[in-house]
């Protein structure tokens, strides 16, 4: 049976292109283990990549991978001041991502740096019946598992769970409710 894989991005590229632009982001994380709260504001930048983009090639590449499979691409900058530092100094990153459909819910993401450790990482996704975007990532010493939802076309609800791989322990939960700038949307 053949799979149509261009077909099957039509629903990823769509909770990806709802997501494009400007989020201000309001985050609070729950450090279960050292039972501390951090809360943290940032701006994130979500931008569509061209497969030909050299980031992207260079990603494909580490994961033995070519263009020509199918592809979304994107990348995400942000800037973060949190209240867990004394200082407030501006913390900033970016992360390339590659979405790689299996079939039209599901597929894999790859990663230039991991979410819950700054390694490169692979990661399962899926849009559930809600229309909610799921990534697991199973890392070296943990577990990562994230869910995105739009609760309105300009804002977005994020919520994580960071598990100790060894014995499934809840080491860190966070939620981050995400408003779209739309001062810079255009016409």
């Known amino acids: 049976m053949k799979i149509n894989l261009t077909k099957n991005l039509i629903i990823i590229n769509q909770f990806i292109t709802k997501s494009l632009g400007e989020w201000k ?12 709260v951090e809360n943290s504001t940032s701006k994130i ?7 030909k983009n050299e980031n992207v090639v260079k990603l494909l590449k580490k ?3 070519s263009s020509k499979h199918s592809i979304v691409a994107l990348s995400i900058t942000w800037q973060a001041i949190s209240d867990w530092e004394m200082d407030q100094k501006i913390e900033e990153d970016k992360n390339i991502l590659l979405f790689l459909p299996k079939d039209k819910n599901k597929g894999i993401v790859l990663r230039n740096k991991g979410y819950a450790e700054s390694i490169i990482s692979s990661s399962e996704y899926l849009i559930d019946e809600n ?4 990534i697991k990532t199973v890392y070296g010493s943990t577990i990562s598992e994230e869910r ?3 609760l309105s076309t300009h804002i977005r609800s994020r919520y994580s769970v960071i598990r100790n791989k060894e014995n499934n322990t809840v080491i860190q939960t966070s939620h981050t409710s995400e408003i779209r700038n739309i001062s810079i949307l255009k016409d």
């Open 63 to 65: 994961y033995n991978f």
């Open 148 to 150: 995105i939802c739009f």
């Open 131 to 134: 229309g909610a975007l799921n």
């Open 45 to 51: 930048l979500i931008k569509k990549l061209e497969i």
């Open 25 to 36: 982001c309001i985050r609070s994380t729950h450090s279960l283990a050292f039972q501390e």
